[in-house]
């Protein structure tokens, strides 16, 4: 079974930073595309951040200059460090890869259990 698990959300000041990771376990052969999606009370879930397995990245334009998306593929592994955060940032964050189990099969959407971020004084 694979697993996304996210970690690193909390409560925090307008114009501060936090740093959110995303972990994958389980079995599996290969990794794709990663990203960071996030949804706001009463509102669709957005995405945020992707970055292909070649390190491609791309940004939503409403945290272009503030977010940025890494990851190690060594350990399996996609960040999203987040500076100057506003109060709008405020949502839960979700992990999304695109992983394949075994040879043969396609890549499947898996999803994290979401971590909460909350931008306020």
């Known amino acids: 079974q694979v697993q996304l698990v996210e970690s690193g959300g909390g409560l925090v000041q307008p114009g501060g930073s936090l740093r959110l990771s995303c972990a994958v376990s389980?079995?599996?052969?290969?990794?794709?595309?990663m990203a960071w999606y996030r949804q706001a009370p009463g509102k669709q879930r957005e995405l945020v951040a992707s970055?292909?397995?070649?390190?491609?990245?791309n940004v939503a334009d409403s945290v272009k200059g503030r977010f940025t998306i890494s990851r190690d593929n060594a350990k399996n592994t996609v960040y999203l460090q987040m500076n100057s955060l506003k109060p709008e940032d405020t949502a839960v964050y979700y992990c999304?890869?695109?992983?394949?189990?075994?040879?043969?099969?396609?890549?499947?959407?898996?999803w994290g259990q979401g971590t909460q971020v909350t931008v306020s004084s």
């Open positions: 970055i292909t397995s070649g390190g491609t990245t």
């Open positions: 999304n890869g695109e992983v394949k189990r075994r040879l043969g099969l396609n890549y499947v959407n898996y």
């Open positions: 389980g079995r599996f052969v290969s990794i794709n595309s």
